[in-house]
């Protein structure tokens, strides 16, 4: 009898659903997620920042980007609160950057002008060398990055505090 079991054929249609749920499973499984957002008040305004809060996310930034939404932009959240550095590695538009603190006061901003593309033969290490440094100037847990203008236009400034909710973000660093 168990080998009669072992040996019986399954139907066609219990095959094919087995096979499909597979399929769809595997799918679900590699599809790339959602990119995650944050509101944030910046000012007297609202903001939907794009949560970059990994080492690919944070290194890609908003490198090659064309254009940032008026009230869009990004939000990368590190791990630990120590000294940061950005530089517009593949950017083609300025970007304003406000570094913040763990509890959300602003310890620098910048405009971040764009800079030659890497050219023909220059390799990574010597591209992104030559790249111009923006420093937190004191530890920081969080940068936000927004159309350029967006800080002046606001009248944020160093010291300034941005709500940002710290127990939220710092679970979503890695």
């Not at 630990?80 to 509890?103: G, H, N, T, W």
């Not at 220059?122 to 530890?139: G, H, I, N, Q, V």
Request: net charge positive.
């Amino acid at each position: 009898i168990l080998n009669r079991l072992r040996s019986k054929p399954r139907t066609p249609k219990l095959t094919i659903l087995i096979l499909l749920g597979s399929l769809l499973l595997a799918g679900a499984w590699h599809r790339a997620p959602a990119p995650q957002h944050y509101e944030v008040q910046i000012g007297a305004e609202r903001f939907v920042l794009e949560i970059a809060a990994n080492q690919r996310t944070r290194s890609t930034g908003l490198s090659g980007r064309e254009s940032v939404d008026r009230n869009g932009g990004m939000i990368f959240v590190f791990p630990l609160e120590k000294m940061q550095s950005f530089y517009m590695r593949d950017c083609i538009i300025p970007i304003d950057v406000a570094f913040l603190d763990s509890s959300g006061v602003v310890t620098a901003t910048y405009t971040m002008q764009p800079e030659a593309l890497r050219k023909a033969g220059e390799s990574k290490t010597a591209y992104e060398r030559r790249l111009a440094r923006y420093s937190s100037l004191s530890p920081a847990q969080y940068a936000i990055e927004l159309r350029a203008g967006t800080l002046d236009r606001l009248g944020i400034e160093k010291g300034d505090p941005i709500g940002v909710d710290n127990e939220y973000l710092s679970r979503l660093a890695n």
